[in-house]
Each structure stands twice: as structure tokens, then as C-alpha cells.
């Protein structure tokens, strides 16, 4: 089965910095790789996703990457706030025929950004 | 906005009893998973389903179970809690061709 590898677990910015949390994978096969932040005491929510078709996607100040042939990809959060602070979780699927996903999680970093 | 709900936030249960946790999604999904969430080690799948009747093992399926009897509803079954089970169980739904997951708040189980 697919083995999602996340780093690091615990990364401490200042406000006004970049963060890039990064995760690699087993199954080339995996054509999906969406990105969830938890805050605390609440559930995970989607942020941004990225598919194999595509080697970056923005949206404001997060950015995705995706490199298929190392078969890593990374989350980039730039000037950083407070309210980033958060557990992030990467995570890659396959979708058979164009159907269903079957999501693999990473172990998760949590990120502090201090003010 | 799609709402996925947990029926208990907390529970507390002693060895060997028998659990239910249920999940209910009002969003018309097709599938439905169950996850385990533990410090330092993300969330692991434990089962899910694509359709009403249909199960399928996830990677830490041992000492669950799962029923879904209808589209809405998916329920995971600790036969025999043990106190490895401790744990927050995170139910989720999703749309078949998007792949976008939508969480409940989770269900803090404590086995004594």
C-alpha cells in the first residue's frame, strides 16, 4: 500500500516568514495529493490540493508543489500569521477509473508561527 | 455547507464492552471512511465504504467493524474495547471523482 512520509513533525516560524512543510511518497501510481490543516480542537479541513497533471498550484499564500520522478511534493505557506498556526497533514491517493480516492495521511506538522 | 455529525463527542467505556460510534452526512455522499487520529501518528484509515452494503478494510482494520445500511449513515463497531483503543475516531464523506474529505468534530473514546 501507499507510505506517506511527512517533515518535519514540529516547525516554529516568526510572523513574516516562510514555512515549507514537506512529504514524500511510496505508490507512483498516487495522482493526488491534497493538504489539511487542523487547529486545534477542530477537525481537518482541506486547504489546498495538487494533481499529477500539475508541478505547482497557488492559492494566495499557500502553494503547492509537486515533483512526480522524486515522488515528493510540498506545502509553502509564506508571511506567516498567527492564525496559521495549526496541525498540517499531506496526504496521496490513487483514484481507479476516475472514481474513488482512498487517502493516505502523512504523520503531520504542527506549526507555530510567533508573533 | 456539507455537515458531517458525530452522535457522541465523548465517551468513556470499559474493557471488553461493546462500542458504537455512529456518523451521519447530510450531503448525499457516496463514501464514507473511518479514521483514527493519535499524537505522532496522523490518521490512520481503519475501514470505508463506496456504497450502501459495501465495506472494505482500511490499514488498521483489527478489532473494528463497520455497518452501512443506508447512504447516510456509516457506523464503526468495537466488538470488545480494549484500552489500545483509546483514541479520537474522525468519520468522513466524500464525493465519488473529487476526492476532497469532509470531517466530522470526531469522537474522544477513553477504554478503562
Known amino acids: 500500500g501507499e507510505n506517506v512520509e511527512q517533515h518535519p513533525s514540529t516547525l516554529s516560524v516568526q510572523e513574516g516568514d516562510s514555512a515549507v512543510i514537506k512529504c514524500t511518497y511510496s505508490?507512483?501510481?498516487?495522482?493526488?495529493f491534497p493538504w489539511y490543516k487542523q487547529e486545534l480542537g477542530k477537525r481537518p479541513q482541506l486547504i489546498i490540493d495538487?494533481?499529477?497533471?500539475?508541478g505547482e498550484k497557488k492559492d494566495q499564500r499557500i502553494a503547492v508543489t509537486l515533483n512526480k520522478t522524486a515522488k515528493h511534493f510540498s506545502l509553502h505557506i509564506t508571511e506567516t500569521q498567527p492564525e496559521d498556526s495549526a496541525v498540517y497533514f499531506c496526504a496521496a491517493s490513487k483514484n481507479s477509473g476516475g472514481s474513488n480516492y482512498k487517502l493516505t495521511f502523512g504523520k503531520g506538522t504542527l506549526l507555530t508561527v510567533n508573533p | 455547507d456539507v455537515k458531517v455529525t458525530q452522535s457522541s463527542r465523548y465517551l468513556v467505556k470499559r474493557t471488553g464492552e461493546k462500542v458504537f460510534l455512529e456518523c451521519v452526512q447530510d450531503m448525499d455522499h457516496e463514501n464514507m471512511f473511518w479514521y483514527r487520529q493519535d499524537p505522532g501518528l496522523g490518521l490512520r484509515l481503519i475501514y470505508f465504504s463506496y456504497d450502501v452494503k459495501m465495506k472494505e478494510k482500511g490499514d488498521i482494520p483489527e478489532g473494528y467493524s463497520v455497518s452501512r445500511e443506508k447512504k447516510e449513515r456509516f457506523s464503526l463497531i468495537l466488538e470488545s474495547a480494549s484500552t489500545n483503543q483509546t483514541s479520537m475516531y474522525l468519520c468522513?464523506?466524500?464525493?465519488?471523482?473529487?476526492?476532497?474529505?469532509?470531517f466530522g468534530e470526531g469522537s474522544r473514546l477513553t477504554v478503562l
Open positions: 468522513a464523506s466524500s464525493e465519488t471523482n473529487t476526492g476532497e474529505l469532509f
Open positions: 495538487i494533481r499529477s497533471n500539475v
Open positions: 505508490d507512483s501510481a498516487s495522482n493526488y
